[in-house]
């Protein structure tokens, strides 16, 4: 047995022959004296490429073939060598820590009862995940504003529209008003923080507010310091406390996770400045103020139920490292990089995708922030983009447009969802219309919530609407298998060319419309061959 080239093919005549299609590497003629080299076609084979199981089989469509498992992501069994983050094989390799840039310390251990109700070890465990938004909401220290969406009476999914803001406002209520959110933490008498809390909210239990109440009284660095600092002031009308936005201790570094300390949460003097992004809160203030998005307690003050122990979360300046050297560089995380790490699953325990519907808010709420942080950089580096030169805002300018003065921030086409963004797509498809003709088929996939990819990795009373993370990355995955088999595996012939949009439908799940223009034109006659129906055998 041995091997030769088309080349050096020429003039033999073999018994027997084998041509190897799998890598496409002939030319003109190539083929021809390949398979001419024996006298019988029955002395001849070839290994075919790898995707000719699926040429042209959507015109051949078989009840008995499991296609299902042609589209089978399989087990989570790539796990990351930096931070152990467990993916599936067709993974981005730096979906999780962007390849050992982002280092960011593991969070302590939850404490009781929070750890017991989450894993289902606790009576009252099925009410708390049921009703976790409203446990949440008893003990959150800011308010949370935004325009928030629902369709129907049944909303499994979390929907705001526009800016978010989180607002604070003074450590003690005016006089003749009831406390509420932080205030409610220094009401002296324990047994009427319970009542205060359950009257705001009917649907939780008294005797599970009383232990979280105390858990967080305990182990919440945040309430301790706020006492602490309530206590030692005598004359609290003229109190002022103050959270620093990004001041550490001194041994520790700047993106761990430390519980606040009297260096990040001071009492001040009257007339003293403050930061920009520091929190500043008044005894006896009326008023309330927006947090920014970069305060580092940001997180902790809105979610003390995912935050039990008040731990810093993304803030500025928190340094990339070099996966080599592993020294800090001179380059910061992302929101994105600090949310994509946390929101991973482990081999050890992520307690955020234990949180059911809370988890769904506070990605909502956490996008919103990377949005923010984007759109805060545009804004800072219009100069760098060079948007004066986009066309219809020089021509604006050189006509002396009055309007033009009066514009704000110029978003460019790479920026998801701007009207530049809409432009350049509309012009990529009418110059696909233009030069291939209408599309052959247009095909629509839609997200199954009981893929297999999904259920397996639900956790304890989980249903996939409290885990969008797990659908979005298999619908993603599941997506480019399709594409691939229209594309590479001519599923109906060769494919000239194709396009696609993602959209969500109301209740959350994902779904694509899919054009495809194909080499060879579908025939009237296999219309009937493409477009079929089968009612599933529940047997």
């Known amino acids: 047995m041995f091997a030769m080239s088309i080349n050096k093919a020429q003039g033999q005549s073999l018994q027997f022959a084998g041509i190897d299609l799998r890598n496409d590497c002939f030319s003109h003629g190539q083929l021809y004296v390949a398979s001419s080299r024996v006298g ?30 042609t589209a089978s992501l399989g087990s989570m069994s790539v796990v990351c060598s930096h931070c152990h983050a467990k993916k599936w094989k067709n993974e981005p390799a730096g979906l999780c820590c962007s390849g050992g840039k982002v280092r960011l310390p593991p969070f302590e251990p939850l404490p009781e009862p929070l750890y017991s109700l989450l894993l289902g070890m606790h009576p009252h465990s099925p009410h ?27 909303m499994p999914t979390f929907k705001v529209q526009g800016q ?75 109190l002022t406390v103050v959270i620093r936005a990004d001041k550490k201790p001194t041994p520790a570094h700047r993106g761990r ?21 520091d929190i500043v809160l008044r005894a006896k203030d009326d008023r309330i103020s927006r947090i920014s998005e970069t305060h580092v307690a940001y997180d902790a003050l809105q979610y003390p139920l995912l935050f039990p122990r008040g731990e810093d979360m993304y803030t500025i300046k928190i340094p ?27 081999t050890s325990m992520n307690h955020l995708l234990h949180m059911h519907d809370l988890l769904n808010v506070f990605i909502v709420d956490m996008y919103a ?12 580096n219009q100069r760098q983009m060079r948007v004066d030169t986009y066309g219809n805002l020089q021509d604006a300018i050189n006509a002396g447009d009055a309007v033009s003065s009066k514009l704000g921030t110029i978003l460019p086409p790479s920026y998801t969802g701007s009207p530049r963004y809409y432009f350049e797509k509309t ?32 956790l304890l009373g989980q249903k996939s609407h409290h885990r969008h993370d797990l659908i979005v990355r298999v619908f993603r995955l599941k997506l480019k298998s399709l594409m691939h088999f ?54």
């Not at 003097?269 to 930061?275: L, N, P, R």
Request: with cysteine; net charge positive.
């Open 40 to 69: 019988s076609p029955n002395n001849l084979t070839s290994l075919p490429p790898a995707d000719s199981a699926f040429h042209i089989s959507a015109l051949s469509y078989n009840a008995a073939f499991d296609y299902a498992s």
């Open 128 to 154: 708390f995940l049921e009703k976790i938004r409203w446990y949440n909401s008893c003990f959150q220290m800011t308010s949370f504003a935004a325009k928030q969406i629902s369709a129907g009476h049944f």
């Open 164 to 238: 978010v803001y989180h607002y604070i406002g003074g450590l003690t209520p005016p006089s003749g008003e009831t406390a509420k959110f932080l205030q409610i933490y220094f009401v002296a008498d324990t047994n009427l923080q319970i009542d205060m809390r359950c009257e705001r909210y009917k649907k939780v239990r008294a005797a599970l507010v009383a232990q979280l109440q105390q858990m967080l009284h305990e182990h919440n660095g945040y309430v301790k310091q706020f006492k602490a600092a309530i206590a030692s002031v005598s004359a609290q009308n003229e």
């Open 257 to 277: 996770f430390n519980k606040p300390t009297s260096s990040e949460i001071a009492i001040v003097v009257s007339g003293q400045v403050f930061e920009k992004r």
């Open 320 to 346: 990339l490292y070099d996966p080599k050297t592993r020294l800090p560089t001179s380059k910061y995380v992302s929101a994105r990089q600090f949310y994509s790490y946390h929101l991973m699953v482990r």
């Open 369 to 380: 922030k990377i949005e923010s942080e984007r759109l805060a950089f545009l804004r800072n």
């Open 427 to 458: 012009q990529d498809a009418l110059a696909f219309v233009r030069h291939f003709g209408k599309p052959d088929l247009f095909i629509t996939f839609t997200c199954n919530p009981k893929w297999k990819e999904i259920t397996e990795n639900l």
């Open 486 to 539: 229209l594309t590479n595996g001519e599923a109906f012939g060769p494919a000239r060319c194709h396009m696609y949009t993602v959209e969500w439908q109301k209740r959350g799940l994902p779904h694509a419309h899919i054009l495809l223009w194909l080499t060879v034109r579908l025939d009237p006659n296999k219309i009937d061959s493409v477009i079929t129906a089968e009612i599933p055998d529940y047997d």
